[in-house]
């Protein structure tokens, strides 16, 4: 920077500004099932499957008791009944699109094709100033913010598009660094850093401000929601409507800093430091909050209701009858949350003599758990006595959720795990001339699930009412035009204790579950150069994971029956007296007689248990990795990588595409071992740049002008080839 005089800070004051702007838009075809006019109407008539067999279509208000099993018949003439027709599937299914193109079978499948365009737009900009005060002291300052704007395809007929589903995503970002360089000596170097970012995120559904009594559900849903647009409708095997549909303010706080100092003595490199972090979510999502219903073909299977088959039942005649599965939540996820952490460091490259060098290293890692600003979170006791056990006559009753600040617990939501040290050890060996042998192993601590979050199990302040059309599995009780009878779940806070969101499903994190995961990880290999600056490698690379997470947002149940308990098979749908009458108020378990199943369940007073992010999954991974490098000469330079691995887990929180990531059995861990979801076993990787011989002082064109050079010189073509499977 120089100002003539007033400032001249030649080679002393530096700065960068750049702005960057996206605008895409990205073409999709959208092909799916919707339900045909006659289908529309409940006449299943001439339904066939895609073999062309006849969809027989149950009436469950038939189903009866037939020695050990359950039977139903089924409608006259394959026909629903006009009478029979939920008003609110009647006025709902007006809102899907009609078939717009031939099937692709027999059974009608894919009769709709709908174009869209996906919006994204971004603007984003950088400024960042270096100063060098003097030769041992310098600084530098960067600020950026970004625009990032996900927008909604539009595929929909305007007149149908409010059921449409999707929301409005537009994400605010603002971040900054400092960076503060000291040379204290000529072999001692200090680096103090700052960092801080804070993403915006404000979602909301396209259909915001839809009245759901328009649809015929009941006043009360309306007059309860904290956001009003189009409820989610999914039935099996066709599209679904409302899909998508949330309002979202999210504010996500990271402030990062960092100590490093370098010492260079005789034969070492020593390097020692401090990091901090604080990171704090604000969290107010509003989703199932007019009500998000699910239909399968259970409610129309037949005539063994509890038998699945392909010739009976359809998801659209569960809908159309009003019998399903939903949920209607308040205060779905409304959190402020905050965490810290803190690392020591010291590492030394020992140069020990010309050709060995060993790798010393010792880290400390301290997570301070989350708390909330309000209490406003809870976790699962598994052990704890239940208030119910003596008036239900339940001896044994146990499980509760209890509170952040109550019952002997402190704020924080877990307590820390304060014995993470994490050892590391390398070496490099020079074998011959051009030829090096490496190898290392250490331990890794992966960021914790305990930290501030927006997911944290907030359930007394949040709650969820739930709609079972039938508690048994096969007698329909409860229907669509009036989901939650028996009024929605009150918002509680932590008044009840132990007694919070009985009778319902609760998600919430285990009480006590505050292991860090961490990674075993080692590593052999060598490396030789040959003539050419052609560099080849190879070795094995392993790791073994532990503590790692076993469940998601409700991906496991400790509520699922045990294998023996499932042997009991349609005794487990006989009705017996219900203990928790008049104790339960609301959802299924406030029925004077229940489903035998409800009281064989691990916690019986809960309708679900669903564990959040809990810990004890582990991992092995084992590879064979080979690299080639060709480096740059005569305008070339190549880098070939191969890796033949294994993984193998016993839960995969993500998944690719054809692969179950949930946890299928609670009760048998072992069984869950198998190669993972996120396995890739082979991989291969080739790319290139070579620089065109073109220009001035190259082969071609050595003396052309600087003008024409400036268009024609200096150009390079890159490619990049990749397999895996």
């Given at each position: 920077?120089y100002?003539?005089?007033?400032y001249?800070?030649?080679?002393?004051?530096?700065?960068?500004?750049?702005?960057?702007?996206?605008?895409?838009?990205?073409?999709?075809?959208?092909?799916?099932?919707?339900?045909?006019?006659?289908?529309?109407?409940?006449?299943?008539?001439?339904?066939?499957?895609?073999?062309?067999?006849?969809?027989?279509?149950?009436?469950?208000?038939?189903?009866?008791?037939?020695?050990?099993?359950?039977?139903?018949?089924?409608?006259?003439?394959?026909?629903?009944?006009?009478?029979?027709?939920?008003?609110?599937?009647?006025n709902?299914i007006?809102?899907?699109?009609?078939p717009?193109?031939p099937?692709d079978?027999?059974?009608?499948?894919?009769?709709?094709?709908?174009?869209?365009?996906?919006?994204?737009?971004?603007?984003?900009?950088?400024?960042?100033?270096?100063?060098?005060?003097?030769?041992?002291?310098?600084?530098?300052?960067?600020?950026?913010?970004?625009?990032?704007?996900?927008?909604?395809?539009?595929?929909?007929?305007?007149?149908?598009a409010?059921?449409?589903?999707?929301?409005?995503?537009?994400?605010?970002?603002?971040?900054?660094?400092?960076?503060?360089?000291?040379?204290?000596?000529?072999?001692?170097?200090?680096?103090?850093?700052?960092?801080f970012?804070?993403?915006?995120?404000?979602?909301?559904?396209?259909?915001?401000?839809?009245?759901?009594?328009?649809?015929?559900?009941?006043?009360?849903?309306?007059?309860e929601?904290?956001?009003?647009?189009?409820?989610?409708?999914?039935?099996?095997?066709?599209?679904?409507?409302?899909?998508?549909?949330?309002?979202?303010?999210?504010?996500?706080?990271?402030?990062?800093?960092?100590?490093?100092?370098?010492?260079?003595?005789?034969?070492?490199?020593?390097?020692?430091?401090?990091?901090?972090?604080?990171?704090?979510?604000?969290?107010?999502?509003?989703?199932?909050?007019?009500?998000?219903?699910?239909?399968?073909?259970?409610?129309?299977?037949?005539?063994?209701?509890?038998?699945?088959?392909?010739?009976?039942?359809?998801?659209?005649?569960?809908?159309?009858?009003?019998?399903?599965?939903?949920?209607?939540?308040?205060?779905?996820?409304?959190?402020?949350?905050?965490?810290?952490?803190?690392?020591?460091?010291?590492?030394?490259?020992?140069?020990?003599?010309?050709?060995?060098?060993?790798?010393?290293?010792?880290?400390?890692?301290?997570?301070?758990?989350r708390?909330?600003?309000?209490?406003?979170?809870?976790?699962?006791?598994?052990?704890?006595?239940?208030?119910?056990?003596?008036?239900?006559?339940?001896g044994?009753?146990?499980?509760?959720?209890?509170?952040?600040?109550?019952?002997?617990?402190?704020?924080?939501?877990?307590?820390?795990?304060?014995?993470?040290?994490?050892?590391?050890?390398?070496?490099?060996?020079?074998?011959?001339?051009?030829?090096?042998?490496?190898?290392?192993?250490?331990?890794?601590?992966?960021?914790?699930?305990?930290?501030?979050?927006?997911?944290?199990?907030?359930?007394?302040?949040?709650?969820?009412?739930?709609?079972?059309?039938?508690?048994?599995?096969?007698?329909?009780?409860?229907?669509?035009?009036?989901?939650?009878?028996?009024?929605l779940?009150?918002?509680?806070?932590?008044?009840?204790?132990?007694?919070?969101a009985i009778?319902?499903?609760?998600?919430?994190?285990?009480?006590?579950?505050?292991?860090?995961?961490?990674?075993?990880?080692?590593?052999?290999?060598?490396?030789?150069?040959?003539?050419?600056?052609?560099?080849v490698?190879?070795?094995?690379?392993?790791?073994?994971?532990?503590?790692?997470?076993?469940?998601?947002?409700?991906?496991a149940?400790?509520?699922?029956?045990?294998?023996?308990?499932?042997?009991?098979?349609?005794?487990?749908?006989?009705?017996?007296r219900n203990?928790?009458?008049?104790?339960i108020?609301?959802?299924?378990?406030?029925?004077?007689?229940?489903?035998?199943?409800?009281?064989?369940?691990?916690?019986?007073?809960?309708?679900?248990?669903?564990?959040?992010?809990?810990t004890?999954?582990?991992?092995?991974?084992?590879?064979?990795?080979?690299?080639?490098?060709k480096?740059?000469?005569?305008?070339?330079?190549?880098?070939?990588?191969?890796?033949?691995?294994?993984?193998?887990?016993?839960?995969?929180?993500?998944?690719?595409?054809?692969?179950?990531a949930?946890?299928?059995?609670l009760?048998?861990?072992?069984?869950?071992?198998?190669?993972?979801?996120?396995?890739?076993?082979?991989?291969?990787?080739?790319?290139?740049?070579?620089?065109?011989?073109?220009?001035?002082?190259?082969?071609v064109?050595?003396?052309?002008?600087?003008?024409?050079?400036?268009v024609?010189g200096?150009?390079?073509?890159?490619?990049?080839?990749?397999f895996?499977?």
């Amino acid at each position: 920077v120089y100002i003539p005089k007033l400032y001249n800070g030649r080679n002393r004051t530096f700065f960068f500004a750049s702005f960057e702007g996206l605008r895409e838009r990205s073409q999709s075809n959208l092909t799916t099932t919707v339900p045909t006019e006659l289908v529309r109407n409940g006449d299943y008539s001439t339904t066939v499957n895609s073999a062309g067999a006849r969809v027989v279509i149950y009436d469950p208000a038939t189903t009866t008791r037939s020695g050990n099993a359950f039977v139903r018949t089924a409608f006259p003439g394959n026909v629903i009944p006009a009478a029979r027709i939920d008003p609110v599937a009647r006025n709902t299914i007006k809102y899907y699109p009609l078939p717009n193109r031939p099937p692709d079978n027999i059974g009608g499948t894919s009769n709709l094709a709908l174009p869209g365009t996906a919006p994204i737009n971004s603007d984003a900009f950088d400024i960042k100033g270096d100063e060098n005060i003097n030769d041992r002291n310098r600084f530098f300052v960067r600020v950026s913010h970004r625009n990032y704007d996900l927008g909604i395809e539009n595929r929909f007929p305007s007149d149908l598009a409010v059921a449409e589903g999707g929301s409005y995503q537009p994400q605010i970002s603002n971040n900054a660094a400092f960076d503060y360089t000291f040379n204290l000596r000529p072999t001692f170097l200090v680096d103090f850093r700052y960092g801080f970012g804070r993403m915006l995120l404000k979602f909301s559904p396209r259909s915001a401000g839809f009245d759901p009594t328009t649809l015929g559900l009941p006043s009360y849903i309306r007059d309860e929601a904290e956001g009003l647009y189009f409820p989610t409708f999914s039935p099996t095997g066709y599209l679904g409507l409302g899909a998508n549909s949330f309002y979202r303010r999210n504010a996500f706080e990271t402030h990062n800093w960092s100590l490093n100092n370098s010492k260079v003595a005789t034969g070492h490199l020593l390097k020692f430091g401090f990091e901090a972090r604080l990171v704090r979510v604000n969290n107010s999502e509003v989703s199932n909050a007019v009500g998000n219903f699910s239909f399968d073909r259970t409610a129309t299977q037949g005539p063994n209701p509890n038998q699945a088959s392909q010739v009976a039942g359809d998801g659209m005649a569960s809908f159309l009858l009003g019998l399903g599965s939903g949920t209607m939540t308040k205060c779905f996820k409304c959190v402020s949350t905050q965490s810290t952490y803190w690392a020591w460091y010291f590492a030394d490259d020992w140069k020990l003599t010309g050709k060995l060098t060993l790798n010393l290293g010792l880290r400390y890692d301290l997570e301070i758990p989350r708390h909330e600003r309000y209490n406003r979170v809870n976790v699962f006791d598994q052990f704890a006595p239940s208030p119910l056990a003596g008036p239900s006559g339940i001896g044994d009753l146990r499980g509760g959720l209890i509170f952040a600040g109550t019952s002997g617990m402190s704020a924080q939501q877990f307590p820390a795990d304060k014995n993470n040290l994490a050892p590391r050890f390398g070496f490099a060996y020079q074998v011959a001339k051009n030829t090096v042998l490496r190898g290392g192993a250490g331990i890794f601590y992966a960021p914790s699930l305990r930290a501030a979050g927006g997911t944290v199990g907030n359930f007394g302040y949040r709650s969820d009412t739930q709609l079972i059309s039938m508690p048994d599995g096969v007698t329909p009780t409860n229907y669509l035009r009036n989901p939650f009878p028996d009024g929605l779940t009150p918002v509680v806070g932590n008044t009840q204790g132990l007694l919070t969101a009985i009778g319902s499903s609760i998600s919430a994190s285990l009480r006590g579950d505050s292991v860090v995961p961490y990674t075993e990880n080692w590593s052999f290999n060598l490396q030789r150069q040959f003539p050419g600056n052609l560099l080849v490698e190879a070795g094995y690379v392993g790791s073994h994971g532990l503590h790692l997470t076993q469940t998601g947002e409700g991906t496991a149940n400790l509520n699922q029956l045990t294998g023996d308990q499932l042997k009991l098979g349609t005794q487990l749908q006989q009705q017996v007296r219900n203990p928790f009458l008049g104790l339960i108020t609301a959802g299924p378990l406030a029925a004077a007689t229940i489903p035998q199943s409800f009281l064989l369940r691990l916690h019986p007073q809960f309708t679900t248990v669903n564990p959040l992010y809990m810990t004890g999954a582990s991992s092995i991974y084992h590879s064979f990795q080979a690299k080639l490098e060709k480096r740059f000469t005569n305008g070339l330079s190549l880098l070939v990588s191969y890796t033949d691995a294994k993984l193998i887990d016993d839960f995969s929180i993500i998944s690719n595409v054809g692969r179950n990531a949930n946890m299928q059995n609670l009760w048998d861990r072992k069984n869950e071992r198998a190669v993972s979801a996120n396995d890739i076993s082979q991989r291969f990787v080739g790319s290139f740049v070579y620089a065109l011989p073109i220009g001035r002082g190259r082969r071609v064109g050595g003396d052309m002008h600087r003008a024409v050079d400036a268009v024609l010189g200096g150009w390079q073509i890159n490619g990049i080839l990749a397999f895996q499977s």
